[in-house]
């Protein structure tokens, strides 16, 4: 690292994070003067009004302007998705978060405004008589069945946002924008094609009105977005006056050119195309699932040319991305407590992909493929997230570059496997598939959600608890956590004969409280797409200005409005088996028993729960459990396929936790594998639960690829290695075999955790001497020290792995 860089990265370590309130002001004084507009030109003016007085500061080390915020290190509270009341607020000053009081007394004024505009709030209108109290759908939502339950039909989950970033929220979508065309044509290309769009408008059609709206919106913003470049311009102008240091002087110069070219015209250097990236980038947040797509693929241009040309040199690009390295750290995101719980320890997934394939299968790594390893490595901070795509033709090199990152402890990159991603995308169904050619383009949206740069987006992403799910089947459809009613009466158990109709009756549980989730979803969608347009990240999809609509009321060439994540399918499927074998196998225990056991949470059945827990699991290549669990994932994919999508085509499966895996641990009761009520289900989705892989890493492998991933837009899968067993290349050139051969056959992805457990020990007893350990959670990276204890535990006790 250079000095620059290590400063930056010795400035990250503060106390408390900065909670602001200028973005929500702002808001304020746009929406108080467009009563009565359309919404989606109120929300373009309001997103010009924004860029055009947002508070603006250029750091001391700063080569790439742009913040995210009105103060260093700050979070902007939202006011999209709910509204923060005094307990809220209190929680996050209790933890990392710091609020003035001027800014406390403002925020609950703006809270009464605009309450009624929260997205939980318009979910509960848009759902009307659904949520009367002895309706289904209300008995559901309060259930946890999917995360988080709802606590009131007036707040419902509870608590907003407060995220970083110039762009709108609310910003849970999995998108790529098209960063290529910024980059190439300029904010200029795009309002050239919006005003010919405007001038070519005849009022022949339905929607030629709802188009010129779009078209006067997109007008709107960008010219904003090019004067709000300007006033960085001006800024570092004026910095530049009143610098005494001349080499600083000259850096802020140099900045205020490149901010007065871009992002307005086309990128003409590395340089600039980094600038024109970032602001692009920040326009996508506030979002904790912005995405820089394929990073090392649409900047190599600038790279190479600048390289070939003698204008930069590979040590300068290096510490260009160990910047942006330093800057993403300091875009952030928090929620309300719910939330909060299911994404632990700072979550965000800024992802950048990098290696896999160009359009016609040849290998697409580069350089900077490289580089951007380097930069992860040497500056060891959990953010921004590499991941690597690995076919059959990835270099070794790039796998040992990739594995010597991950031996540093870092938690990444993670590996992703193209042929089952670009599976997903071109053999999905003969009305929703892409060519091929568009579907090797595709990359990490979110942790490990697969898109394709501007072809696809995802609006909803769900957690369904599948325990808690079989949990209420087992009560013939009564939910033991909200103590009424949720699902089907299914039957009871207890008369069930064979094992067969058991499973048939949780199965149809399953399946019946997946159609709530998905009408759920479908409403979430429609309120998200009516109330909260966003013009910038519609123009920068395919075809985006020709179109003329937002992204969330067109139809793409492969729809993938909403996924349906699955959480604790392994211990589902453990489960099962433990059932099948003990009481309807082998006869040794009655159901009626088996449900005395679990009513009591094992107690007084200590010897049962040792037997049950004593079962085979998954991660041990038993070909039967592992079959079990197969069956559970097959049957959340072909569920999500089956129930429509209000923006066309179906639900999409998915299966990744995040740390979803502890508040729905803690919302189900007892389980057949031998699990108390209450503790943390298994992580990710095909991690065998912590501890029960005891036959070694090749085994684990083998248990997850009977699972058939391909019809899933992810899956994640973590394993942990203790820092001895990657000591030598030949370590990392044999773990670097085992990923290819599991990414090449139906495997999904893959990450590791390369950390001693006495370490992690002492920083829960110690954190203040272990500040930059950083572990892999689930699809990101974290500080270990900031994670709740039952994470950190969770992580401690997942099987240390020997090559």
Known sequence: MTDRVKRMKESLRVNKYPLCVEMFRLANESLDVTAGEPMLLRRSKLHAHILDNITIFIEPDDLLCGSGASKPFGLEMQYEYGVWTKDEVESLKSEIYDISPEDEEELYRLNERFA??????????????????????????????????????????????????????????????????????????????????????????????????????????????????????????????????????????????????????????????????????????????????????????????????????????????????????????????????????????????????????????????YLLLEAARDTHLPHHTVTVRVHAGTPEKLMLKALECVRSGLGMPAFLGDESYIHFF?????????????????????????????????????????????????????????????????????????????????????????????????????????????????????????VGKDMFTRRFDFENGAVLGAVGGVNTGNALYAIKKLVFDEKKYTMEELMKALDADWVGYEAMQKEFKAQPK??????????????????????????????????????????????????????????????????????????????????????????????????LMNMKFHPSNMKSEDDLKKLGSMIKTYLTHGGKHIQFNVVDRAEMEDAKIHPEEHPELVVRVAGYSAYFTRLPESIQDEVIERTSQDL
């Open 116 to 369: 009624g505009n929260a997205l939980n709030t318009n979910l509960v209108e848009a759902m009307g008589k659904s949520l009367g109290e002895n309706d289904r759908l209300w008995p559901f939502m309060k259930s946890g069945v999917i995360l988080p339950p709802w606590k009131d039909k007036r707040g419902g989950s509870g608590g907003g946002f407060a995220m970083s970033g110039y762009g709108l929220g609310p910003g849970f979508s999995l998108v790529c924008v098209d960063y290529a065309r910024i980059l190439n044509e300029g904010a200029k290309g795009i309002l050239a094609e919006a005003r010919k769009c405007l001038e070519d408008l005849r009022y022949d059609s339905p929607d030629a009105i709802e188009k010129r709206s779009f078209w006067e919106g997109v007008i709107i913003v960008f010219e904003a977005w090019v004067r709000f470049a300007g006033r960085y311009a001006a800024l570092a102008e004026q910095m530049a006056e009143e610098e005494d240091d001349p080499v600083r002087k000259a850096e802020l110069l140099e900045m205020a050119r490149i901010c007065r070219k871009v992002p307005y015209e086309p990128a003409g250097s590395f340089r600039e195309a980094m600038q024109s990236f970032w602001f692009t980038f920040l326009m996508i947040c506030p979002s904790p699932t912005s995405t820089a797509g394929r990073f090392d693929q649409y900047m190599y241009p600038f790279y190479r040319r600048d390289i070939d040309e003698g204008k930069i040199t590979d040590d300068e690009v290096l510490e260009l991305l160990e910047i942006m390295r330093c800057k993403v750290m300091k875009v952030n995101r928090v929620s309300g407590k719910a939330n909060r719980a299911k994404n632990a320890g700072m979550a965000k997934w800024y992802n950048w992909t990098i290696g896999g394939q160009k359009a016609d299968g040849s290998d697409a790594t580069n350089e900077l493929s």
């Open 618 to 715: 998954y991660g041990n290549a038993y070909k039967e459990v592992d079959d079990m669990v197969a069956d559970v994932y097959k049957l959340h994919a072909d569920t999500c396929l089956g129930l429509p999508c209000v923006y066309g085509d179906s639900l999409k499966p998915n299966a990744i936790s995040i740390s979803a895996h502890q508040p729905g641990g803690a919302l189900t009761g007892a389980t057949a594998d031998g699990r108390k009520g209450g503790e943390i289900l298994a992580d990710a989705s095909l991690s065998p639960d912590h501890g029960q892989d005891t036959h070694g890493p090749l085994a684990v492998f083998r248990s997850a690829m009977e699972v058939d991933q391909d019809p899933y837009q992810g899956t």
């Open 426 to 546: 071109a053999n999905q169904s003969q009305t929703n598939r892409l060519p091929i050619e568009a579907a090797r383009d595709y990359c990490a949206t979110g942790c490990v959600d697969g898109n394709v740069p501007a072809v696809t987006r995802t609006q909803v992403a769900c957690f369904f608890i599948i325990p808690h799910a079989m949990d209420i089947a087992m009560h013939n459809g009564y939910c033991r956590y909200t103590k009424e009613m949720v699902g089907l009466p299914t039957g009871d158990v207890t008369r069930m004969a064979t094992f067969e109709e058991f499973k048939r009756a949780v199965y149809d549980e399953i399946r019946y409280l997946m159609s709530m989730a998905n009408e759920r979803i479908n409403v979430e969608m429609i309120a998200e797409r009516d109330l909260f347009p966003d013009v910038f990240r519609s123009a920068l999809m395919k075809d985006g200005v020709k």
